[in-house]
């Protein structure tokens, strides 16, 4: 028997994945969560994207907060603290996730 499938996320289980822009890399990510908090975004995670070859960080960060509509704001944020930001959706290299037997 050689079946072939896909995996995918449920529309109620999907978080929004978007990437910031402009940030310091080597800030602590627990001061972007109080600021971010403090503009009624309560993201559940944020991790600094990283250099391979290098291993240093890039000046972006990604935040993956829950999927609801005042957390749909993140896309129009244009400042963290005292930084300048930019914010949009996170791209995806390639098709979804796929498991061959």
Request: hydrophobic fraction near 35%.
């Amino acid at each position: 028997m050689n079946l072939k499938y896909y995996m995918f996320e449920l529309p109620d289980q999907k978080k929004l994945k978007s990437v910031i822009r402009r940030l310091p890399e080597d800030h602590d990510t627990s001061e972007f969560i109080v600021e971010l908090s403090n503009q009624k975004l309560i993201p559940t995670q944020i991790s600094p994207v990283r250099r391979r070859g290098f291993n240093t960080n890039f000046p972006l960060f990604l935040v993956i907060p829950p999927k609801t509509r005042e957390n749909a704001a993140i896309y129009g944020l244009t400042s963290i603290g005292y930084y300048k930001v930019t914010a949009e959706a996170l791209r995806r290299k390639g098709s979804p996730r796929q498991c061959f037997k």
